[in-house]
């Protein structure tokens, strides 16, 4: 079994290693490739990842991702390295799941899955501005074969995990021609899974009802953009961003990613929690190796370590465990 890492910036460093600590504990047999990318090695080469990445992340089919930083503003020859990997190893879903965790953080309940497409919509790279600078503008691209495909496999995870519904998210009011054609896309897959109940949202209705009861939801079927941000609120109701894992899971390749970012702010202080990366490893054991048991240790562990009260500083501000400590304490549980 072959891991492309690639370890992104700021606590990426941190949070990384603690996972592949916990993965090479419950599958010793997994060889890793290390790859650089992100900002700070576009500081030093210029390159914001090398050219052999992509070659190195199809060899192994599979890969964790720690996150880049990325300026909110054009950095010319710079772009979002996980960004630019899931849409060349086409990994055209995300899978984010948010299930209540035993902290003070999270919400009694809530069980979900955000199923977010994950190659195009306004993320697939066509900005441009016009005017010198005056106008700046981006096209939003959904394909009929992308959206069937991102609710294909939706509906199979959904059968397999023995969910009950799927609610498909869009703004197709607005939107008809992308929106709309995304949510025709999506129903006509639904139409053959009469065993799953589905319904839809309007993004903004389905904003307003993660907020005030996420409980409602079971999975959730929308666009990349759409996908990103409802992922991130619902990562609050799970107990925050340092808890929430991510898969973007391609046709035999498959990506595990934290949602969260670099975390600049804490970066290089040792107190980042590392369970969204190691949850993430946990997602790719389940769905991409297959490896049902060794997920279930893992997240078995880091449910006990959590029930046994062991947090880091974003989930409890008085006497936090480090990274390290974290770190040691699900290894103790396994
Ligand atoms: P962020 O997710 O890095 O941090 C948001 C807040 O959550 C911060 O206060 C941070 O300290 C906290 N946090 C996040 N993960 C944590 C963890 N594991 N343990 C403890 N606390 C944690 O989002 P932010 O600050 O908006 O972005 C920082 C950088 O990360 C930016 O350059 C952004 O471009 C990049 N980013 C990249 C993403 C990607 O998918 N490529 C996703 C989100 C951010
Ligand atoms: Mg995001």
Not at 90 to 111: C, F, L, Q, S, W
Not at 196 to 224: Q, S
Request: glycine share 8%; with cysteine; charged share 20%.
């Amino acid at each position: 079994m072959k891991l492309c890492v690639i370890e992104g910036d700021g606590i990426s460093h941190e949070v990384i290693p603690a996972a592949l600590e916990v993965l090479n504990a419950v599958v010793p047999e997994v060889t890793v490739y290390s790859a650089p990318a992100g900002w700070e090695y576009f500081k030093r080469t210029n390159k914001p990842m090398d050219d052999g990445t992509v070659d190195l992340a199809l060899q192994c089919g599979a890969v964790l991702v720690g996150k880049a930083s990325s300026p909110s503003y054009p950095v010319d020859g710079y772009y979002s390295p996980i960004v630019r990997l899931r849409r060349l190893l086409k990994t055209h879903a995300n899978i984010r799941p948010t299930t209540y965790m035993p902290v003070p953080t999270a919400r009694e309940g809530v069980d979900l899955i955000v199923v977010r497409e994950n190659t195009e919509d306004i993320y697939a790279g066509e900005e441009f501005t016009l005017d010198d600078g005056g106008t700046g503008t981006v096209q939003k691209i959904v394909t009929r074969a992308a959206s069937e495909k991102v609710a294909q496999t939706t509906y199979k995870l959904a059968r397999s995990s023995e969910r009950r519904r799927v609610t498909i998210v869009h703004k197709g009011n607005v939107l008809p021609k992308t929106d709309g054609l995304f949510r025709e896309a999506a129903m006509s897959v639904a139409a053959h899974y009469p065993d799953i109940e589905t319904d839809e949202l309007l993004v903004d209705t389905a904003a307003y009802w993660m907020v005030k009861d996420p409980t409602r939801f079971d999975v959730l079927l929308t666009l990349n953009q759409y996908g990103d941000i409802l992922s991130d609120m619902a990562a609050a109701w799970g107990g925050g961003l340092g808890l929430a894992p991510a898969l973007s899971l391609g046709d035999g390749i498959a990506i595990a990613e934290p949602v969260h970012g670099s975390a600049p702010d804490i970066a290089g202080k040792g107190i980042a929690n590392p369970t969204a990366s190691i949850l993430s490893v946990a997602l790719l054991l389940r769905h991409h190796w297959g490896m049902h048991a060794q997920a279930q240790r893992i997240e078995a562990a880091v449910h006990q370590a959590l029930q046994d009260g062991c947090y880091t500083a974003d989930i409890r501000a008085q006497n936090p465990l480090t990274t390290r400590q974290f770190t040691d304490a699900v290894l103790a549980r396994l």
